[in-house]
């Protein structure tokens, strides 16, 4: 079994590591007991015991031709009764808000909707709604991700367009949250996005993978004033399948990427700056141990910023 996380002094309430997602029977031996038969609330609690933090992705699925589909508040409150009080949930906004369209590829008898125009895109009423049924959260939810699909010109005119859109949209949101967007269309990351988002005190989402460029060159053009950063490490799709779906082994070493994400840390850290990592299975062949990789090349960062320094 895996140890719990020791974060590196500096890092400590600067720095929180976590995965997409948590139920995985294969991590087994890694956080969960072996011989138990998991329910989901209790893959979470035994989850808490290693992280303090989680990116949770299933409520972002919501957008179906037969209505907007949001989370139930008594599975919100199980979750946060799983975790301790220091434990902080980050979740993907519903994408019935940031869909332009429904999905081109639907299930065979949902074929007429492929690419039917959303006209729940930018609601700000689903947005409160879902906000309201994450209550029992309350001082465990840390930012709301907004995540948008690649917007070519047949969805988005021009950034421009975007941005107006989003002003409109944000003006009119819950204020006492923190909020962040993703976005995976690359031409997008400019001058007047990055503005726009310290201008309505939003934060970054960097994005490793999806064919989106370098995270630390996104981010050596970018100084948030949100007070956070939220990396996330995808992987491009289609994602490599381990045998069987098991995700218990390091399938591909991306070390180049993974000091990419310390380097950012390490600089946010410096300017007391907050910064959420989420590791996706996909991304190397196992999030847990990709988290001991990023914690271990934090703690040589630590080190060498310390000798540095001249403290001994």
Known sequence: MMSKINMPSGYKDLVRIGTSSWTYDSWKDLIYQPSKKYKTHEYLADYSKYYNTVEVDQWFWSLFPIGIKLPKTEVVKSYADSIPDDFIFTLKAPNSITLTNFYAKQPANQIKFSNKPNEHFLETGILKEFLKRLEPMAGKLGPVMFQFEYLNKNKMSSLDEFIDRLKKFFADIPRGFEYAIELR?????????????????????????????????????????????????QGNAPYEKSEKDVWNGKLEAKDNKLESAVKIAAKNAKRGVRTYIYVKNQYEGCGPITIER???????????????????
């Open 185 to 233: 269309n690359p031409n997008f990351l400019r001058s007047p996005f990055f503005e726009f988002l310290n201008d309505c005190r939003l934060g970054l989402v960097l994005v490793d993978g999806h064919f989106m460029p370098p995270i630390e060159q996104v981010a050596d053009n970018f100084q948030t004033q949100a007070g956070f950063t939220i990396i996330r490490l």
């Open 294 to 312: 990023i914690v271990e090349k934090l703690r040589t960062a630590n080190v060498k910023t310390a000798v540095t320094s001249g403290v001994h």
